[in-house]
């Protein structure tokens, strides 16, 4: 379990350690080659922080630096919610769909649902249901009413559930599908399902 800074002093004293880590590989490597995911944690820290512009700032640069990454559920929850705080709704959503599909468990969780698990493929401990149990105490606590309502209706609009429901469909064949070529297209298939966000 990570150990969270207990003061925004000590808040913002991890956030400078850890960016000016990033900052030190890639002058170094010319490249950011983060094995241990500081650039994942940064996102709960400003979260938990609170500060609007730092984050902003912080997506920004992630978004250049790491174009392709897949990221992790808790950090596509902080970055989808400092989105909602900033007034970015459309991101924001987007984000939110991406945190859902990353991990199914995560959302319900928060809002208080009881949820089994999938009867589907699961292809990394990230999307196993046990992942809510890293979800630090410290970024449920900063989660407000209003991020709760918001995170409520976008779950239950008719657009996420059809995109999470194919993507349980997708995911329970590809538990059981051994050709190649049909894993393929359903791949596929799953990978373009927020295109219509």
């Given at each position: 379990?990570?150990?969270?800074?207990?003061?925004?002093?000590?808040?913002?004293s991890?956030?400078?350690?850890?960016?000016?880590?990033?900052?030190?590989?890639?002058?170094?490597?010319?490249?950011?080659?983060?094995?241990s995911?500081?650039r994942?944690?940064?996102?709960?820290?400003?979260?938990?922080?609170?500060?609007?512009?730092?984050?902003?700032?912080?997506?920004?640069?992630?978004?250049?630096?790491?174009?392709?990454d897949?990221?992790?559920?808790?950090q596509?929850?902080?970055?989808?919610?400092?989105?909602?705080?900033?007034?970015?709704?459309?991101?924001?959503?987007k984000?939110?769909?991406?945190?859902?599909?990353?991990?199914?468990?995560?959302?319900?969780?928060?809002?208080?649902?009881?949820?089994?698990?999938?009867?589907?493929?699961?292809?990394?401990?990230?999307?196993?249901?046990?992942?809510?149990?890293?979800?630090?105490?410290?970024?449920?606590?900063?989660?407000?009413?209003?991020?709760?309502?918001?995170?409520?209706?976008?779950?239950?609009?008719?657009?996420?559930?059809?995109?999470?429901?194919?993507?349980?469909?997708?995911?329970?064949?590809?538990?059981?599908?051994?050709?190649?070529?049909?894993r393929?297209?359903?791949?596929?298939?799953?990978?373009?399902?927020?295109?219509?966000?």
């Open positions: 379990m990570y150990d969270f800074p207990e003061t925004e002093k000590k808040l913002r991890r956030i400078m350690s850890y960016k000016a880590s990033l900052l030190k590989e890639k002058k170094k490597f010319g490249y950011v080659d983060d094995g995911g500081k994942y944690l940064l996102f709960s820290l400003y979260f938990v922080l609170n500060d609007l512009r730092e984050a902003k700032d912080y997506i920004q640069w992630y978004e250049k630096e790491f174009p392709d897949i990221g992790e559920p808790i596509k929850l902080c970055w989808a919610l400092s989105l909602r705080r900033m007034g970015d709704q459309l991101e924001a959503k984000m939110l769909a991406e945190t859902m599909l990353s991990n199914l468990y995560i959302i319900p969780k928060l809002l208080g649902r009881e949820i089994e698990e999938y009867d589907m493929w699961h292809s990394s401990s990230d999307q196993n249901i046990e992942y809510f149990g890293y979800l630090p105490k410290e970024v449920t606590d900063s989660i407000t009413e209003a991020d709760v309502q918001w995170l409520r209706q976008q779950y239950d609009s008719h657009e996420l559930q059809h995109i999470r429901q194919r993507h349980i469909e997708i995911y329970h064949k590809l538990k059981s599908t051994k050709d190649i070529d049909e393929k297209r359903l791949l596929s298939e799953s990978n373009s399902l927020l295109n219509a966000l």
